[in-house]
């Protein structure tokens, strides 16, 4: 099956910094997901992204299909920041998603 | 986007007790869901696809006759943990593919079983 490689593992920064999330994927896919998982366990949602460029307020992501990465960016981090990034991907051969496995961010105030 | 409701969020439950987890898709029919594990620390892991109105998929290492998964209805796909044991103390999550919206895959918000 598809391998999906997050790097990297952990990241601390402090508040106000900028950082950049790394997900290298091992086939083409059809969809890509970046995910944030919170305290309580919850999975927000926070790109759709299989090719292309989004961005929704301090957050961006940027897909290279063709080169099999995305890039997640945090702009001027927050505390609230903090938690686990995961990246998922839907190989262009099946109908599920794959998870890598994630960044754990924490943003010191 | 679409909006998927899980419950319980957690439960605590005796050994060899059975528990029932309920993944509903509130405005969106699906032919099929996917049931998720993730113990801590750790990614998550895909357990089983879920058909409705046929049998359960189950990935390699999966026990089918332990994680019973019922899709009754388009709306509606069950997890049932039997027999449960310590070991299968984890965080459970389920998932819809709304992709035909652009969203991708929705998440239900998870339950935490723990068994002692």
């Known amino acids: 099956g598809i391998q999906v490689e997050q790097s990297p593992p952990d990241l601390i920064l402090q508040e106000g910094a900028n950082s950049t999330l790394r997900c290298n994927f091992s086939?083409?896919?059809?969809?890509l997901q970046w995910f944030h998982q919170n305290p309580w366990g919850q999975l927000i949602n926070l790109f759709y992204i299989p090719s292309g460029t989004k961005q929704n307020g301090r957050l961006s992501a940027t897909t290279v299909a063709t080169e099999r990465y995305s890039l997640l960016y945090i702009s001027s981090s927050q505390t609230t920041d903090s938690g686990v990034y995961f990246c998922?991907?839907?190989?262009?051969?099946?109908?599920?998603?794959?998870f890598g496995e994630g960044t754990q961010l924490t943003v010191n105030p | 986007g679409a909006v998927v409701s899980q419950h319980p969020s957690w439960v605590i439950c005796k050994s060899g007790t059975s528990v029932k987890i309920e993944c509903r898709s509130l405005d969106f029919q699906a032919t099929t869901m996917f049931w998720y594990r993730q113990f801590p620390k750790q990614s998550l892991m895909l357990m089983a696809t879920s058909n409705e109105g046929s049998k359960a998929t189950y990935e390699q290492g999966v026990e089918k006759d332990k994680f019973l998964i019922n899709h009754a209805s388009l709306t509606l796909s069950t997890l049932t943990v039997t027999s449960a044991h310590p070991e299968d103390s984890s965080f459970y999550i389920c998932s819809v593919p709304t992709g035909g919206q652009g969203y991708g895959y929705t998440f239900g918000s998870g339950t935490r079983l723990t068994v002692v």
């Open positions: 086939d083409s896919v059809n969809n």
């Open positions: 998922a991907v839907e190989s262009q051969w099946g109908s599920r998603l794959t």
